[in-house]
């Protein structure tokens, strides 16, 4: 049974540039959560996707976009790169959109 | 918004000492959830507190929610090398809210 894959593991990036990030949910679950990690600080949230659809936020500008499919995997994008986007990407996957989270090993970003 | 801030942010312990880190939200909280993330790896759920004072133990690892659902505590007893790592709690908020948010983390070390 396999977990939460991420891909790609890592990714180096210059400012203004736009990228993708891939996240396949664990077997059985619905529910995806992308979180940003900065180096040495909590995860926080950007958004999670339930039935394809965007259902909570976190404060992220519109830079950040994401899409579920119908397979429940998941894409994170991000256009407009900054210095500030630099930074650990983790999604998590659950089954119900309150239930307890399994990550992936997550995407470090690098933007020069 | 909903804040989550933990104590200590660093904290060394011989090994075989007791370690506690705590937590507090700004906001009441609906549950909250601890996780655990080793150096270089990504958050492990670790347990769910549901219930006003609820305790709950894991071998070694005893939680407690408050009463008023605004704060929460992780307590290991004699720790071992195997119990580095940093700690996180995440709550929801009690307003219907699914979003998770992640605490500030404390940062473990054992002294061998």
């Known amino acids: 049974d396999a977990g939460v894959t991420q891909s790609p593991t890592h990714l180096i990036k210059t400012r203004g540039q736009q990228v993708t990030l891939r996240c396949s949910p664990k077997?059985?679950?619905?529910?995806v959560s992308w979180y940003q990690q900065a180096l040495g600080q909590g995860p926080q949230f950007i958004f999670q996707y339930y039935e394809e659809e965007e259902r909570q936020r976190g404060n992220f500008p519109d830079r950040f976009s994401g899409h579920q499919f119908p397979n429940y995997s998941s894409e994170l994008n991000v256009n407009a790169l900054l210095l500030g986007d630099s930074a650990l990407y983790l999604c998590?996957?659950?089954?119900?959109?309150?239930?307890?989270?399994?990550f992936g090993s997550g995407t470090q970003l690098s933007v020069l | 918004g909903q804040q989550v801030m933990q104590i200590p942010q660093y904290q060394h312990v011989q090994e075989g000492e007791d370690f506690t880190t705590y937590c507090n939200s700004s906001t009441t909280l609906s549950n909250i959830q601890w996780y655990k993330q080793r150096p270089g790896g990504h958050p492990v759920f670790l347990i769910q507190l549901v219930k006003s004072g609820e305790v709950k133990k894991q071998k070694r690892l005893t939680f407690q929610f408050g009463e008023a659902k605004k704060n929460s505590s992780l307590h290991i007893t004699a720790t071992q090398t195997t119990d580095v790592g940093t700690y996180f709690c995440?709550?929801?908020?009690?307003?219907?809210?699914?979003?998770?948010?992640f605490g500030t983390g404390t940062r473990l070390t054992i002294i061998p």
């Open positions: 995440a709550g929801r908020a009690n307003f219907g809210n699914e979003k998770l948010t």
């Open positions: 998590a996957s659950s089954w119900g959109t309150n239930e307890k989270l399994f």
């Open positions: 077997s059985g679950h619905d529910t």
